[in-house]
């Protein structure tokens, strides 16, 4: 399968804990995405890589949340002293750059439950 | 910031019928991308169907077609032919058109299809 990998696929935690979640984008997708969707909403951005550059950044990204993409390939999203707010389904999605039509592919996300 | 709406947080259709989904947005902007993603229950979400501003046709694929009125800011997603598969959440999405405006993709809140037999 060579579509956008998330893992885990469910984690459960307890308030305070740090929790990190990977993705694995579609191999030559330079682009990359984090959203979070809650119970009954779409999607909301979080950020944006382009290749190692972390190019854009929502007001939804408080203190607690850090991304990463170290080597253009792979993205770590991790929250520190998670809260009970933070309870959502976390979405990965990747593009190319300068191909299609602005679309971008969505992997399957992990769902976080705080507790 | 560009706001997408869906008014309709739930549809029906009876397999084999049409139905329209419908969906609005704000924007200043002249060219930009809009885009149907489907959501099945506890699956990923995938694009149905997308639309290019500056393109006057509609976009159709296959049973899946849309009414983008510019003017009016509105694209609805028509689905023929209705089949148990359409049965999902869908979400409408507005993307800015370069890099100057951001790359997200703006949703609504989505419109729950349900399909009876």
């Known amino acids: 399968d060579t579509g956008v990998s998330q893992n885990p696929r469910h984690k459960i935690t307890k308030r305070g804990q740090n929790v990190t979640f990977r993705c694995d984008p579609i191999?030559?997708?330079?682009?990359l995405y984090w959203y979070r969707q809650t119970l009954g909403q779409g999607p909301e951005f979080l950020t944006y890589?382009?290749?190692?550059?972390?190019?854009?950044k929502s007001r939804l990204l408080s203190d607690r949340f850090s991304a990463e993409r170290p080597k253009g390939s792979f993205s770590t999203l991790e929250i520190q002293r998670t809260e009970q707010g933070d309870s959502a389904m976390y979405l990965c999605?990747?593009?190319?750059?300068?191909?299609?039509?602005?679309?971008?592919?969505f992997g399957p996300g992990t769902r976080l439950t705080v507790l | 910031a560009q706001t997408v709406t869906q008014s309709q947080p739930e549809m029906s259709v009876q397999e084999a019928e049409t139905v329209t989904l419908s969906c609005t947005y704000d924007?200043?902007?002249?060219?930009?991308?809009l885009f149907w993603y489907k959501q099945p229950p506890s699956r990923q979400m995938i694009l149905v169907i997308r639309?290019?501003?500056?393109?006057?046709q509609n976009a159709t694929e296959n049973r899946f077609s849309v009414n983008f009125q510019k003017a009016a800011k509105s694209f609805s997603l028509k689905i023929s032919d209705s089949q148990l598969g359409d049965a999902a959440m869908y979400f409408c999405?507005?993307?800015?058109?370069?890099?100057?405006?951001?790359?997200?993709?703006?949703f609504g809140k989505g419109t729950s299809l349900l399909v009876t037999p």
């Open positions: 999605a990747s593009s190319p750059v300068g191909g299609g039509a602005g679309e971008q592919f």
């Open positions: 191999s030559e997708h330079n682009r």
């Open positions: 890589f382009q290749n190692e550059a972390q190019l854009e």
């Open positions: 924007t200043s902007e002249s060219d930009y991308y």
């Open positions: 639309q290019e501003a500056y393109k006057q």
């Open positions: 999405a507005y993307r800015a058109p370069n890099s100057n405006s951001g790359y997200a993709l703006n």
